[in-house]
């Protein structure tokens, strides 16, 4: 549910009539209806009965903020909101552009301009999976258009600022005025419920289906992105900007065409990974192992949502747990991680893994001899030590004592591993 910020600046009234609305942006208001949802009874009405519907005007027929905003004569709608308006930067590097626009116009003609000047330059990516092409957009435009309006929609217009935009070769920076609002972070902004700074130009929006539902649009930009194999959008904020960047999946940030065509197999097998699964594979391409506390801050939800998560993903073969209550971890499950395999950004460090595994057995061993303590160690108490599984941490313990680390006494459950005598002894 969203939360509403009373007053709501876009819900005030400015000094003019109907008039100030241009009618151009009045039928292009009734287009773009018309083609998100051409059944909408919307589009029976009149023209006055639909501006009022929509919080365009007032009873008494002023307008509000939020209908110049989308359908005000630019003339007008510049004088009334200075701060509104963007500037457009195509850069060449990280220090020139090539390529620079500024415009004032409304929002709804301002959207179909920035995407007629992003779209020449979005360049595609085609990846193969078995005897399907799937192309990949550098910048998806259900994500930067989502990026775009929301930056117009949760800006301060207070502030006599316009909305930047520079395109970058690899990325694409869209920036706003005016901070996040209450507690909303960077870390958090995925899980916290929604809340807007205008909610009747949200609201607005949300209606004629341009963004997606209160508090889905941001989530259905990771969603996206990390279902493209692409790095899920970044977010900056200071007291008074908010800067998200889109990265396109070029240079240093290349598309994980491994991690994308593992996506489209769960989708194939009918197990289609939802937004809690991408952020969890995510971060399990750079991270061994990840516990419920991780869980619960990668996915900005509760524990108990967190914990569903990741007991859901078990069920479905995408993760293995290993431990117990709260040493439990999860690691990518054998299929996930065959699949994924040169994905994940730890695979060189298995080496350094597996004499970790052994330099930590051997230390509580030479540590128990030092007291009264049994001089051996068992699979569960190896399993305890490193958080494996019982089979990982069978091979640990059999290639010690092929290499006459350890020595072997009994089988099965009574199986007990221990130092090898001393030379002198």
Known sequence: ??????????????????????????????????????????????????????????????????????????????????????????????????????????????????????????????????????????????????????????????LPTPVYIRHFPDRLEISSPGGFLSD??????????????????????????????????VKRMFQVLLSYGKEPPNYEAGADYVRLTLRSGRGDSKIDEDFARFVVYCQQEGRGLKLPDLLILNWLKRNREVDLTEAKTILGRSEREAHDALSSMVNRGLLEQFGEKKGRVYRLSKMAYARLRRSVTYYPFLRAESAYAEGTVLHYLKESSSRTEARFVTNEIVRTLLRTSPDQTTRILNKMVKKGELVLVGRGRGARYYLPPSPSG
């Open 1 to 158: 549910m969203s939360i509403n910020l009373n007053p709501d600046p876009s819900a005030r009234t400015v000094d003019y009539s109907i008039d100030a609305l241009d009618p151009l942006e009045i039928e292009r208001l009734r287009r773009i209806i018309a083609t998100k949802e051409p059944a909408s009874s919307l589009l029976a009405l009149t023209g006055e009965e639909l501006l009022a519907r929509l919080g365009i005007i007032s009873p008494e027929r002023k307008i509000t903020l939020a209908g110049m905003l989308l359908l005000g004569k630019e003339e007008l709608l510049h004088s009334t909101v200075p701060g509104h308006g963007v500037i457009y930067l195509h850069m060449k590097d990280d220090m020139e552009y090539d390529r620079r626009i500024e415009s004032r116009r409304p929002l709804l003609a301002l959207l179909e301009d920035l995407t007629a000047t992003i779209e020449p330059h979005n360049r595609i990516c085609t990846l193969k999976f078995g005897l399907f092409h799937f192309e990949i957009p550098d910048f998806p435009p259900e994500v930067y258009r989502e990026a775009i309006l929301n930056a117009f929609t949760h800006r301060d217009y207070s």
């Open 184 to 217: 909303i972070t960077p870390e958090n902004i995925i899980g916290h419920e929604p809340i807007s700074r205008n909610p009747l130009l949200a609201e607005i929006l949300e209606r004629i289906r341009l963004v997606e539902r209160a508090g889905i649009g």
